[in-house]
């Protein structure tokens, strides 16, 4: 019963990841500025849609196909993906200070990184 708990959990945070990722290809300035960047001409809203909206489709992409799956090994990408990304925000509060605004996305990834991990290690077992 727990495996199936965490399977829906670990499946709605795929299909989210999924949605921020369709978002950011469908507006990717105003998506980019609820993050706080900036989609400036073609070439920086082709990025946005690629860098950023790709790492949320593929994040929530895995994360769902190892939810419905039941397969502990899918996980591994996306545990890793968060883990850099919660680095490099890390490492811009060493460097530049706290951010107020980056608290939240802090918080966030640092869940998703321990959901994540939790769904890697107990699925493996199931």
Do not use: H, Y
């Not at 996305?105 to 640092?110: D, I, L, P, R």
């Amino acid at each position: 019963m727990m495996t199936l708990i965490l399977r829906i959990i670990l499946g709605v945070a795929g299909a989210l990841g999924l949605l921020i990722g369709a978002r950011m290809w469908m507006d990717p300035v105003k998506v980019g500025e609820m993050m706080g960047l900036s989609g400036a001409g073609p070439l920086g809203q082709a990025t946005l849609r690629a860098d950023v909206g790709g790492f949320f489709a593929a994040v929530g992409l895995l994360v769902l196909a190892g939810a419905i799956r039941n397969q502990a090994r899918l996980f591994t990408a996306p545990v890793l993906m968060i883990a850099l990304a919660l680095s490099g925000r890390l490492f811009a509060a060493a460097v530049n200070g706290v951010d107020p605004m980056a608290i939240r996305s802090m918080v966030v990834e640092a869940v998703l990184v321990c959901l994540f991990a939790v769904g890697r290690l107990r699925l493996a077992k199931a």
